[in-house]
């Protein structure tokens, strides 16, 4: 199994910045890929940035230029720095894991609890 565990989130102005944080703990030689995803009222949910464990990362088009995912492999953590924050990114943003059944390829997804973030106009 695979446990995660979220922080950073909280209410930040338009143009500010917030770090987010997401440490797993369990089975973490299993874990794949690791993302944010987040969720706003009315939508559903969607990706935001992933990373995979040769750090190689990937955006969601509405944030590219703003937001930067990383990891630190030795803590088990991955990060998401949002910066020029805007209204729309209004959100409960969620960490995910994807990670192995033993040696098989089958997998599942572990999700952290989720941490509001609310953008101010």
């Known amino acids: 199994q695979v446990q995660l565990v979220e922080s950073g989130g909280g209410l930040v102005q338009a143009g500010g910045s917030v770090r987010l944080s997401c440490a797993a703990s369990?089975?973490?030689?299993?874990?794949?890929?690791m993302g944010w995803y987040r969720q706003a009222p009315g939508k559903q949910r969607e990706l935001v940035a992933v990373?995979?464990?040769?750090?190689?990362?990937n955006y969601a088009d509405s944030v590219k230029g703003r937001f930067t995912i990383s990891r630190d492999n030795a803590k088990n953590t991955v990060y998401l720095q949002m910066n020029s924050l805007k209204p729309e990114d209004t959100a409960v943003y969620y960490c995910?894991?994807?990670?192995?059944?033993?040696?098989?390829?089958?997998?599942?997804?572990?999700w952290g609890q989720g941490t509001q973030v609310t953008v101010s106009s």
């Open positions: 990373i995979t464990s040769d750090h190689s990362t």
């Open positions: 995910n894991a994807k990670y192995y059944i033993g040696r098989s390829s089958i997998y599942m997804n572990a």
């Open positions: 369990g089975s973490i030689s299993s874990i794949d890929a």
